[in-house]
C-alpha cells in the first residue's frame, strides 16, 4: 500500500539533463563551408568544446543529453542525443570542412584482456638474468638482522 502512494507520488515526466552545446544539428546548418569563418562561428555556436592539441585550426562542440529512463531503474541516465560537432579552418580561418557525428556513428570499443607476456622469460641465460633482476626488484624488502 505504501509503495502504491510513493509510486503515483512521483513525477511521470522524464528529467532531461543538458551537457554542452544545446540544438548543435541546427545550429551545424547555418556554417556555411569555404563561407564561414572563426567569427561567424563564434557569434553562431560559441566558444568551442575543446581544440584540437595538434592543430588548433580544428575546434569540437559537443552536445550531450542524458534521460532518466524510469522510476523503477532508480535513476539511471540514457543517453538520448550524443552530438559532436568538428570543424575544420584552413590558415585564412575560413571553414575548411564540418563533420557532425551523432549517436549512430558512435563506436562501440571493446577493451581487450589479455596480458602482454615477455619474451625473454624463456629465451637463452640474458632472459634468466633478467628475470632474475626483475624478481629481485619487486619482491618485498625485508629487515635483515645484523
Known amino acids: 500500500m505504501y509503495f502504491f502512494l510513493i509510486i503515483t507520488g512521483c513525477s511521470n515526466k522524464q528529467v532531461v539533463k543538458n551537457h554542452g552545446i544545446t540544438s548543435l544539428e541546427i545550429k551545424a546548418d547555418k556554417i556555411i563551408e569555404l563561407k564561414s569563418n572563426k567569427n561567424d562561428v563564434l557569434e553562431i555556436i560559441?566558444?568551442?568544446?575543446?581544440?584540437?592539441l595538434f592543430d588548433s585550426n580544428d575546434w569540437f562542440f559537443?552536445?550531450?543529453?542524458l534521460i532518466n529512463q524510469s522510476v523503477f531503474k532508480l535513476g539511471k541516465s540514457k543517453?538520448?542525443?550524443?552530438?559532436?560537432?568538428?570543424?575544420?579552418?584552413?590558415?585564412?580561418?575560413?571553414?575548411?570542412s564540418k563533420k557532425l557525428y551523432d549517436?549512430?556513428?558512435?563506436?562501440?570499443?571493446?577493451?581487450?584482456?589479455?596480458?602482454?607476456?615477455?619474451?625473454y622469460d624463456k629465451r637463452s641465460g640474458l632472459g634468466k638474468l633478467l628475470k632474475s633482476l626483475e624478481q629481485k626488484i619487486n619482491s618485498p624488502k625485508t629487515n635483515r638482522a645484523k
Open 46 to 52: 560559441g566558444k568551442p568544446s575543446t581544440v584540437s
Open 62 to 65: 559537443i552536445e550531450r543529453e
Open 79 to 96: 543517453i538520448k542525443k550524443n552530438n559532436v560537432l568538428e570543424i575544420s579552418f584552413n590558415q585564412y580561418g575560413i571553414v575548411k
Open 103 to 119: 549517436l549512430a556513428s558512435m563506436n562501440k570499443i571493446k577493451a581487450e584482456k589479455k596480458i602482454t607476456e615477455k619474451d
